[in-house]
């Protein structure tokens, strides 16, 4: 009797503890849930790098983008312009983890906030046909980020181009790919204050507002 007694509130026990290791490791599970992906931030360019989905930040994962940010905050680097809210980040090389580069801009609408445009194109070095994919993002009422490309941008324009949003202007070259290289800018997407509107341009060279001067001239 006293056997039994004894096994009984054994396995009791073992049913506890297990039941409360359970619960730590829903807990944990939901905790790192929670973590990966944060709520959406458009207080500065840094925590829009920090908390835009990997889906639209050619997949770079959220524990790789403090790494970004300290890679970008080198002195003279001049891929980061936080003052225009302006990104051009190229993926080659580093420990950082992304599928494409990637270009970003920021544009402000008086009804939502900061709009921001994202472009992920892959590295044109290859030797292979090159194509992008660009987004529009807002913060939704429920603090995470939504994509709003389908109501902003101009019907026709083809996201898979490639797009060169400009430092210091609130303007995005855009213009197809040739092979490996976007040869030519041929339109202009402007930001008029609620949705982007295209400007058909005399072909020219994309502008490389890092080293200043013209691309693939």
């Not at 300290?70 to 302006?86: Q, T």
């Amino acid at each position: 009797m006293v056997t039994s007694t004894l096994r009984y509130f054994s396995a009791l026990s073992m049913a506890l503890v297990c039941a409360g290791c359970a619960m730590i490791d829903n807990k944990e599970a939901k905790d790192e849930s929670a973590s990966a992906r944060p709520l959406a931030d458009s207080s500065s360019i840094q925590n829009i790098i920090r908390t835009l989905p990997p889906e639209y930040f050619a997949n770079c994962p959220y524990a790789d983008r403090e790494q970004m940010l300290a890679d970008l905050s080198i002195e003279d680097d001049g891929r980061l312009d936080v003052s225009n809210g302006w990104l051009d980040y190229f993926s080659d090389g580093g420990s950082v983890r992304c599928d494409s580069m990637i270009r970003l801009k920021t544009f402000r609408s008086p009804s939502r906030g900061i709009i921001v445009f994202v472009h992920m194109m892959r590295p044109y070095n290859s030797q292979t046909p090159s194509s992008g994919d660009s987004r529009v993002l807002v913060i939704s009422a429920d603090q995470s980020w939504q994509d709003i490309s389908e109501e902003v941008l101009p019907t026709g324009v083809d996201r898979r181009w490639h797009f060169n949003p400009r430092r210091s202007r609130n303007l995005i070259e855009a213009g197809p790919w040739v092979g490996s290289i976007p040869k030519r800018c041929v339109g202009e997407l402007k930001w008029t204050g609620d949705r982007f509107g295209f400007e058909t341009v005399a072909s020219r060279p994309f502008w490389d507002d890092i080293s200043n001067e013209a691309l693939w001239p």
